[in-house]
């Protein structure tokens, strides 16, 4: 009975992971660092279902620039999701995971990821046709369009991603369970296990150039040729407005494509003198920043945003309470 309780517990300490987790100690920094994460978890989460449900309660915003934005509030959503909480749960207790929950958190951090490129590529086209070709733009671009090109994106980001999960899953796990990283990473996970690894790492470099390096270059390109179009004289009025709202979009991508530098330059060799919780910071930073900044920007940047939250407040809080008054006085 003692061999058969000892071979079991065995069996359950080879499935759990160590996340080897700075913040932990002291406890004041580990509870400063617990409510900062907090706080930015319920910002995300709060600030992109708040835009989400203004787009999707609005008929005037249902056009397919706003499409791609309720999308891309989705994929930060999936984002925060799949990381922050089980970083909280790192720093506060318990800093185990199990093999399939890691698993499953790589499956979804690269899903997001590969969402939120693409999606950010697809808005780069939109306004560039917005621009290049203001007459027929809602026949190049109309809503259901944006939504179908959403749809597409994201099956075959599936896709990607059952393949990172088809290579890592039959390997086989030697090597000491501890992971120097916030998140389960392909490659963190990769290294855990023994013999030789260089296919399934020639995988992840070239899905790396297709999530990465061919929507950066799709975006720069659609960036020229709108330079390239505003030298011509003469802009119409829906021009200029589809101008202004490139830089919001340009900004997004800027911090997306920041974060994302970051995160993988933290993994760099001449980076190795800095502290650990720094490296942690740096990795955190795709999985926080533009969830929490994106919604932000949005709101305040886009004006048709901004007066549909102000219209969807005044109908629900301020007519609601003069309803409710007037029913109160009968």
């Known amino acids: 009975m003692a061999t058969n309780a000892s071979s079991d517990l065995s069996l359950v300490m080879t499935d759990l992971i160590l996340m080897a987790t700075p913040f932990r ?15 930015m978890f319920t910002a995300a989460l709060v600030g992109n279902c708040l835009l989400s449900l203004v787009i999707l309660r609005d008929h005037q915003l249902h056009k397919a620039m706003y499409v791609l934005m309720a999308a ?3 994929t930060d959503i999936i984002s925060a999701l799949s990381i922050l909480p089980r970083f909280m749960q790192n720093v506060a207790s318990f800093n185990y995971i199990s093999l399939r929950e890691c698993m499953a958190q790589m499956f979804f951090l690269h899903l997001a990821i590969r969402m939120q490129s693409f999606t950010l590529t697809i808005m780069s086209v939109d306004r560039y046709l917005a621009i290049g070709y203001p007459l027929r733009y809602h026949s190049l ?15 075959s980001c ?16 030697c ?13 963190v996970v990769l290294f855990l296990s023994c013999g030789d690894v260089s ?3 020639a995988y992840a470099q070239a899905t790396l150039v297709i999530i990465m390096v061919l929507p950066a270059c799709t975006i720069v390109l659609m960036y ?15 021009q200029r407005k589809a101008l202004k709202t490139c830089g919001t979009h340009f900004l997004v991508v800027s911090i997306f494509f920041s974060a994302i530098f970051f995160s993988y330059a933290s993994g760099f060799s001449f980076l190795d003198s800095l502290p650990r919780p720094l490296h942690y910071t740096l990795q ?5 920043f533009p969830p929490v900044l994106n919604p932000v920007i949005y709101g305040l940047r886009t004006a048709e945003i901004r007066r549909s939250f102000t219209r969807q407040f005044r109908r629900k809080v301020v007519d609601g309470h003069a309803g409710s008054s007037g029913n109160a006085g009968h």
């Open 224 to 238: 020229a040729l709108i330079l390239y179009e505003c030298r011509k004289p003469g802009l119409r009025s829906g």
């Open 25 to 39: 100690e002291p406890p004041g920094i580990k509870f400063a660092v617990f409510f900062f994460t907090l706080a």
């Open 72 to 74: 891309l509030s989705l």
């Open 158 to 173: 599936v896709l990607m991603c059952l393949g990172n999960f088809s290579v890592v899953v039959p390997l086989n796990y």
């Open 141 to 155: 671009m109309s809503c259901r369009t944006a939504f179908v090109a959403f749809m597409a994106t994201m099956a």
């Open 199 to 201: 296919g399934p790492v």
């Open 284 to 288: 955190m930073a795709q999985y926080v």
């Open 175 to 187: 090597k000491p369970p501890v992971i120097v990283a916030p998140y389960c990473d392909y490659l």
